[in-house]
């Protein structure tokens, strides 16, 4: 017990010492950041990855990048209802031409099997007609 104990504590310690710092979870303004440009939002503000003196380094975004921060994921927002309202419609088209497909074997299979209870019936007659005389 002691020994899964002092494992999983000396694992933890590893593993918080050893996590660089741009790919934590939650970015602090001043932390180190991996791509220029690259936005994060926070509950209620917006952090921007930028070089300050040679150091790339999370800041705080100034109000023109939040608007364009904001376009932007509209904009992709829109394109991905877009999209999902067009994969929508492609598989009810899809689902209607099944369907139709699916009636018409059966109407085919239903008209068939008339036209060979017809004949049926009329190899039937014929017997019973030729039979009597």
Same mark, same amino acid.
């Not at 220029?36 to 790339?56: P, R």
């Given at each position: 017990?002691? +020994?899964?104990?002092?494992?999983?504590?000396l694992f933890?310690?590893?593993?918080?010492?050893?996590?660089?710092?741009a790919f934590?979870?939650?970015?602090?303004?001043?932390?180190?950041c991996t791509?220029?440009?690259q936005f994060?939002?926070?509950?209620?503000?917006?952090?921007?990855?930028?070089t300050?003196?040679?150091?790339?380094?999370?800041r705080k975004?100034?109000?023109?990048?939040?608007?364009?921060?904001? +376009?932007?994921?509209n904009?992709?927002?829109?394109?991905?209802?877009?999209?999902?309202?067009?994969?929508?419609?492609?598989a009810?088209?899809?689902?209607?031409?099944?369907?139709?497909a699916?009636?018409d074997?059966?109407?085919?299979?239903?008209?068939?099997?008339?036209?060979?209870d017809?004949?049926?019936k009329?190899a039937?007659?014929?017997a019973?007609?030729?039979?009597?005389v």
């Amino acid at each position: 017990m002691r +020994k899964t104990t002092a494992f999983l504590l000396l694992f933890t310690c590893i593993s918080f010492l050893t996590a660089p710092n741009a790919f934590s979870a939650t970015p602090k303004i001043g932390g180190t950041c991996t791509k220029i440009n690259q936005f994060h939002e926070l509950k209620s503000t917006l952090l921007v990855c930028a070089t300050i003196k040679g150091k790339k380094t999370w800041r705080k975004a100034t109000s023109v990048e939040k608007s364009l921060y904001l +376009k932007e994921k509209n904009r992709l927002a829109k394109v991905a209802a877009q999209k999902i309202i067009d994969d929508t419609n492609a598989a009810v088209a899809a689902k209607a031409a099944a369907d139709k497909a699916a009636a018409d074997a059966i109407a085919k299979a239903a008209a068939d099997k008339a036209a060979a209870d017809a004949i049926a019936k009329a190899a039937a007659d014929k017997a019973s007609v030729s039979y009597a005389v």
